[in-house]
């Protein structure tokens, strides 16, 4: 983490976490441990992992998660990387395991209350059934809040990068596990996941208002720094109606974005580690400041921290406070904006404002 350390004020900070995909914390020893459960061999193209430690020793790769823009071809990208984790997930259980493991490590950040982005099409393509998903992270969201006393309701994810039809299907498949219309209550919203690249949030702009007509809450990824991006972020705007987007950064270059979010009460979910990989510091924290400045909400987030250097919500709090230079105040209103643009019930939100009136910021 750039020689950083988690401060005690970082640490006891209550948190919100709102963008974090779950397959995303998927640690290399519950890997390793899923894939001699399930007998399944640990792997990238022509690579096998046969120890633990060679497992360990593939995640110091900087990935790149964006192919079209190069980089180097011996090793996985983001996202090569990412699937290939997804491998070891089969069974239940092992859904379940995934994600009390994640819920845990909740509790130990000091994490109140998360909305983890999931999908079912990355493992029903591999022949998983899609039950076997929902459930597993049913169970975990019953007893991770029981357990652990981390509350969490879910967002349903299309891979916006598998055809669209694909996706609606999947929906139709999760539908019963969500808030609406008396289902299971897991999660209570959708978004977009998975490869960016000429994919805009317009291609889903019938998927969403299906979802919105259903009583759930949408959302998109804009990611920082991509082809396109600010026809993604306006298309999210004023196209399709997002209540949030999932990075966004780019809005800063644009006036007619910054007012649109502004003028929609549009929050940004930002991941600053994940944009600090390919971003100088000088040229990056300097924009948190900006947002602040120019009165656009935003909260901070881990994104896929096992795939980031293991810097998870804590580690992106502490560089924010670090090379953004915020005042405690600052953080803890941005720790604030988390709570206000989550959408827990109103008892969790008011639990967690009381909780953070109580920080002392001199």
């Keep these: 983490m750039n020689n950083l350390q988690i401060s005690p004020f970082i ?27 399930n007998n399944i061999p640990l792997k990238f193209k022509d690579q096998t992992y046969t120890t633990y430690d060679e497992l360990l020793q593939s995640y110091k790769v900087t990935y790149n998660h964006r192919p079209e823009l190069g980089g180097r071809k011996d090793v996985p990208t983001f996202l090569e990387a990412y699937f ?8 239940e259980q092992d859904f379940y395991d995934l ?19 999931f999908d079912i099409q990355a493992h029903t393509r591999r022949g998983v059934a899609a039950d076997a998903v929902l ?20 967002i349903f994810c299309f891979l916006r990068d598998e055809p669209v039809e694909d996706g609606e299907a999947a929906y139709q498949t999760a539908l019963p596990w969500a808030t609406c219309k008396g289902g299971h ?37 804009c990611d920082f720094g991509q082809k396109d991006t600010h026809e993604h972020i306006r298309q999210a705007i004023f196209d399709v109606g997002i ?21 929609r009460g549009v929050g940004l979910t930002l991941c600053p580690h994940a944009y600090h990989r390919r971003t100088a510091t000088e040229v990056l924290f300097p924009k948190l400041r900006q947002l602040l400045d120019r009165g656009v909400k935003y909260c901070i987030n881990s994104d896929d921290p096992v795939y980031m250097h293991d810097v998870w919500i804590d580690g992106n709090q502490e560089k924010t406070y670090h090379y953004g230079g915020l005042s405690k105040a600052e953080m803890v209103q941005l720790a604030r904006n988390a709570v206000d643009m989550c959408w827990a019930d ?13 920080i002392d910021t001199n």
Aim: aromatic fraction near 8%; include cysteine; hydrophobic fraction near 40%.
């Design 11 to 37: 640490a006891s900070l209550p948190k919100v976490e709102l963008h974090i995909h779950i397959e995303g914390t998927l640690q290399p020893l519950l890997r390793w441990t899923l894939a001699q459960r």
């Design 84 to 91: 290939a984790g997804c491998e070891v997930l089969l069974k």
């Design 99 to 117: 994600a009390m493991d994640y819920l845990k490590r909740c509790q130990a950040m000091n994490v109140r209350y998360v909305e983890p982005f």
């Design 135 to 154: 459930n597993g992270y049913l169970r975990a969201q019953r007893d991770g809040a029981e357990k652990y006393g981390v509350k969490s309701q879910w």
């Design 185 to 221: 209550g897991l999660f209570h919203a959708v978004g977009l996941a998975s490869n960016a690249f000429e994919r805009p949030p317009v291609l889903f702009k019938d998927a969403f208002a299906r979802a919105k007509e259903d009583g759930l809450h949408i959302t998109t990824h």
């Design 243 to 263: 209540e949030r987007i999932d990075h966004g950064l780019d809005v800063l270059d644009r006036e007619e974005l910054v007012e649109g979010l502004k003028a």
């Design 346 to 358: 109103e008892q969790t939100k008011k639990d967690i404002y009381t909780e953070l009136d109580t």
